[in-house]
Structures are given as C-alpha cells and as structure tokens.
C-alpha cells in the first residue's frame, strides 16, 4: 500500500507498505515475511527480500534494516552497506537510492518525509517506542542533524493494531492513565484498549507538527487477515514499511 500523503513526491520519494502476500514462506509465516528473527528460514527470508526488491526496483545490497528492540534508539544512515544496524528503532538518512526499512506485526511503521531538505526517516513506534516519544524524538534529531522544522513534515502511520483489537491488561491501563491520560484508553464491558494512533498523533501535533501532515492507515492489522499480527496469531512473521529517496 502507498500513502497519499506522499502523492506530491512520488518523483523524489518511493514509500511503500508490504502485506503478507506475495512470498515463499510456509506456515505460520505464509508468505511475505521479511524478518529473520521470528523462527522462519533465513534462504525464505532472503528470498522475500529479493522479491520485494524487485518488485520495487531498488537494491537489496543497499536495504538498511534494524535489529529493532522496542528502544528509542535512532541511527543517521551515512552511506549503504551497513544492511543491519543494532539496537535500534528509527533510521534517518539524506542518502538517496537507500531504501529504510522497518518490519511490523502489529507496532506502526511509521514514515517520515522532509520534502524541503530531502530527509527521511523509518521508525518502529510500538507500545514501549510510542510511550518513550521515538517519533518526537526522530523529528529532533532530524532537526539537529538536517535542519528540518516540523511545519515541513509529512508523516504516514501504517497498518498496526487498533483500538477496537489492542486489548491491555489493568497494570498496562494505569500506566497509559497516569503518563498520558484516559484519551488513549477505550472501555468496553470492562476491558481496556489502547489507542497508539492517537498517542501518536497527539505527540506530533504537541511538538508543532500539522495534523493535516499527517496520515493515519485506518487498517487494524489485527483485524485484517493479509497483515501479519503478532498479536492475532502469536508465531507469525512480519511485514514491511520501506522509504527511500529517489
């Protein structure tokens, strides 16, 4: 899937979502699964990657991906040839032709493109990643490193766990309660349910970002059978938000 937002760049900036199709692996990771951390075979793996690459006309050698830990750690990428960075949740570069990428099965795939200073970012916004600001976080060293001022931002959420599905228990409930407010908290016969869209959102718009800059994929990844969900199905693989400058 493609984002609208990034409609008006599509001669600067490539910006793709994969789903779960389209692969070699078998089950539970049928059949897109890009990660080679979730127990499937590294050669399918590979493969999917060389499918996706491909498919999308870009490098593999040059792919930069993250051995993502639910951190706020963030990586300026300077040149290819890196392939995996360590510990780490978001990837900036200036670098054209290397493409970013960050896999998901449930968390957002967040996307960010300054169209003025030609910068972009991947970045991994789980529970532990949204609730420690790593998207804020990214626009300030963005801003630091590349002089990107946050009215310039376009920003694209993919598909992730909803709040109709991002069932969380009492002790994950007060925590959300005390550090952010019961807004990002939906009560339902009882259950809570957590709304990282939202959480998102707002801290963008908290920093200066334009709401109207900002687009949200209104997929529930688990609720929808062609994204992988951890959460859903538990062993399973994982799919891909990849952004690249042309």
Known sequence: MQFDIFAPFETKLFCEVTNRHGGVSPAPYESLN?????????????????????????????????DQTHSDNIHIVEHAGYNKIENCDALITAQKNIPLMVMVADCIPVMIYDPLHEVIAAVHAGRNGTFKQIVPKTLNKMQKH???????????LGPSIHPCCYEVGQDL??????????????????????DLQRLNLDQLTGIG???????????CTSCNQNYFSYRRDGTTGRFAGVIKLK
């Open 209 to 219: 970002v334009p709401e109207k800059k900002i687009e949200i994929s209104p997929i």
């Open 173 to 194: 409930a007060d925590i959300t309660l005390k550090s952010f407010g019961k807004a990002y908290l939906h009560e339902r016969e009882g259950k809570s349910y957590l």
């Open 146 to 156: 590349f002089g990107t001022t946050l009215h310039e931002v376009h920003i694209a």
């Open 34 to 66: 890009l990660a080679l951390h979730v127990g499937d075979n590294p050669v399918n793996v590979l493969k999917n990657r060389t499918i996706v690459a491909q498919k999308y006309d870009f490098y593999i050698e040059n792919l930069i991906y993250m």
